[in-house]
């Protein structure tokens, strides 16, 4: 059983930087994909971000590319997302992701994911 708990979410204004936090209660957490997806109220669920297991390969939602980054910290069993000159369209609450049977193809996509946390809720004020 795979147990992922985010942090770092909170009101800031437009322009400012964030980092959200994900850890998780997983042995062998180098063999798990992780992802970061974001929902609004009303909206569904998209995706926002990914790291591969192992060799650790990124993805990015357009939206986002060059503005967040993602990393991981395979010692800490924890994933980061670093996100700067964040806009009010960025609000959503934050949900970070996890996966031990990842398909290249379906990375973006929250059905491939097998494991979520309860999820952080960003607010960006204009």
């Known amino acids: 059983q795979v147990q992922l708990a985010e942090s770092g979410g909170r009101l800031v204004q437009a322009g400012d930087s964030l980092r959200l936090s994900c850890e998780a209660s997983?042995?062998?957490?180098?063999?798990?994909?992780m992802g970061w997806f974001r929902q609004a109220p009303g909206e569904s669920r998209e995706f926002v971000a990914a790291?591969?297991?192992?060799?650790?390969?990124?993805f990015y939602a357009d939206s986002v590319k060059g503005r967040f980054t993602l990393s991981r910290d395979n010692a800490k069993n924890a994933v980061y997302l670093e996100m700067n000159s964040l806009k009010p369209e960025d609000t959503a609450v934050y949900h970070c992701?996890?996966?031990?049977?990842?398909?290249?193809?379906?990375?973006?996509?929250?059905?491939?994911?097998?494991?979520w946390g309860q999820g952080t809720q960003v607010t960006v004020s204009s």
């Open positions: 790291i591969r297991r192992n060799g650790g390969h990124l």
């Open positions: 997983v042995r062998a957490f180098r063999q798990y994909t």
């Open positions: 992701a996890a996966t031990a049977t990842e398909i290249l193809s379906t990375i973006r996509t929250p059905s491939a994911y097998a494991y």
